[in-house]
C-alpha cells in the first residue's frame, strides 16, 4: 500500500517537472549526493563541487530555490582552490579565467530539486546537539573576534571585496545556512568533512554562539546594504 | 549471527580509511598553501588582507632558527602555543601526530636547512 502512493508520488513529480531524476543524473557528475565525505585528499582535490548528501541539515529551502534560479559565485577561488590560482607579482592571485558558471535552473526545476535535497538529513545526529541562544552582538565586536581574535578572516570574505579567499564567502552565510549548521561546522568541520581545508580552532561554546550571531548580523546588513 | 560477521569488516574499513597516512606533500598542498603560498614562501591566496604575514617557509634564518620540538608544538597547536599570531591555526584535528612529524622533516627539505644551521 505505501509503495503504490510512494510510485504514485514520484511518477507525479516525474510528470509535473523535470525534477524527478534530475538531482542523480545532473548534479550527481559533480556532487556528492549519496554520501560519505571524501575519506582521502586524492578524493578531496577531485571534488567538482561541494557535497550536497547532507543537504536537509545544512541549507535554508528558500535560499536554494532562489540560487538554484540564479547561482551567483560562494567559493572565490573555486573548488580545489590549488587549481584556480597563478602566481602574481605579491603572490598566488585567483586565476578568474578557470572558474565556471553554474547551471541554472528554472523556478519548477529549482523547487522540486530544492524539496529532493531538504530530505536528505543523514546528520540530525549532529545539528540537534547545537542551541542557538538569541544573543546579541555588534557588528563591529563580531568582526572584531572574527578577524583580531580567531582568525577566521583568513580564509573567509566579510564584504565582497575583504577577506581570505580559500574558503565561502561569509557575508552571505546566514543566508544560505541553517544556524545549527554553521555552529556545528565551526564546532567541528572535520565531523562533516574530515579533509576539510578549514581547521577546528576549538572554539568554546560561547564564542560559537558569537559567531552564529555575527554572521547573523553580517548577513542582514549586507542585504540591507543593497 | 550475520551481524556478529559484519561487525568486524565494518569495523576494518571504517578504521583503515580513517588511519590511512596522506604524503606531507598532498597535505601541504591541501591545508598550508592556502596562505603559505604555492612555492612555500608565504604568498598564499589568502593574505591579502591578512594582518601578519604567513612564514616563507624557505627561509633559512628564520627556519633553522627552530627545533623540530617547536615546528611540532605551532603545526599541532597553532602559532598561539608558541608565541606567534593566532592566524596560523592549530592543525591537531586534521593531521595525526605522525603526519604532522613528516611535515616537519618536509619543512626541512623546503628550507634546506636544520635547527641550527
Not at chain 1, 572565490?76 to 603572490?91: D, E, F, L, V
Not at chain 1, 580564509?155 to 574558503?167: A, Q, T, V
Not at chain 2, 560477521?5 to 590511512?20: F, S
Request: with cysteine; charged share 25%; hydrophobic share 35%.
Amino acid at each position: 500500500m505505501r509503495k503504490t502512493i510512494f510510485a504514485i508520488l514520484l511518477g507525479f513529480s516525474g510528470a509535473g517537472f523535470a525534477g524527478g531524476g534530475m538531482l542523480q543524473n545532473e548534479c550527481s557528475t559533480c556532487h556528492n549526493i549519496t554520501g560519505p565525505a571524501a575519506q582521502t585528499l586524492k578524493e578531496a582535490f577531485e571534488k567538482k563541487g561541494p557535497d550536497l548528501f547532507y543537504a536537509g541539515n545544512k541549507y535554508r529551502q528558500e535560499w536554494l530555490v532562489s540560487w538554484l534560479q540564479k547561482p551567483q559565485r560562494i567559493r572565490p577561488a573555486g573548488m580545489y582552490y590549488g587549481n584556480h590560482i597563478k602566481a602574481g607579482a605579491k603572490g598566488d592571485e585567483v586565476d578568474v579565467s578557470t572558474l565556471n558558471e553554474h547551471v541554472a535552473l528554472s523556478k519548477a526545476d529549482a523547487t522540486s530539486v530544492a524539496a529532493e535535497l531538504m530530505r536528505l538529513k543523514p546528520h540530525d545526529d549532529l545539528t540537534a546537539k547545537e542551541k542557538i541562544g538569541a544573543g546579541a552582538i555588534s557588528k563591529q565586536m563580531g568582526e572584531m573576534a572574527f578577524n583580531k581574535f580567531l582568525g577566521c578572516m583568513a580564509c573567509h570574505l566579510i564584504e565582497p571585496e575583504y577577506g581570505g579567499l580559500s574558503g565561502p564567502e561569509v557575508y552571505t552565510a546566514a543566508k544560505r545556512l541553517q544556524p545549527e549548521y554553521m555552529a556545528s561546522y565551526i564546532r567541528s568541520p572535520q565531523a562533516w568533512d574530515p579533509k576539510s581545508w578549514m581547521p577546528n580552532k576549538h572554539l568554546s561554546d560561547i564564542n560559537i554562539q558569537k559567531m552564529v550571531n555575527y554572521l547573523k548580523v553580517l548577513s542582514e546588513e549586507t542585504e540591507n546594504a543593497k | 549471527m550475520r551481524n556478529r560477521l559484519l561487525l568486524p569488516v565494518l569495523l576494518a574499513t571504517c578504521c583503515i580509511q580513517v588511519q590511512a597516512k596522506e604524503t606531507p606533500a598532498d597535505n601541504y598542498k591541501a591545508y598550508c598553501v592556502q596562505c603559505h603560498g604555492g612555492d612555500g614562501k608565504g604568498g598564499g591566496v589568502n593574505i591579502r588582507d591578512i594582518a601578519v604575514v604567513p612564514r616563507d617557509h624557505t627561509d633559512v634564518k628564520s627556519m633553522s632558527g627552530r627545533s623540530d620540538e617547536t615546528l611540532f608544538k605551532a603545526i599541532k597547536e597553532g602559532g598561539a602555543s608558541i608565541d606567534k599570531s593566532i592566524l596560523m591555526p592549530p592543525w591537531d584535528a586534521t593531521l595525526s601526530d605522525e603526519e604532522i612529524k613528516d611535515m616537519v622533516q618536509y619543512l626541512r627539505v623546503l628550507c634546506k636547512c636544520n635547527f641550527g644551521s
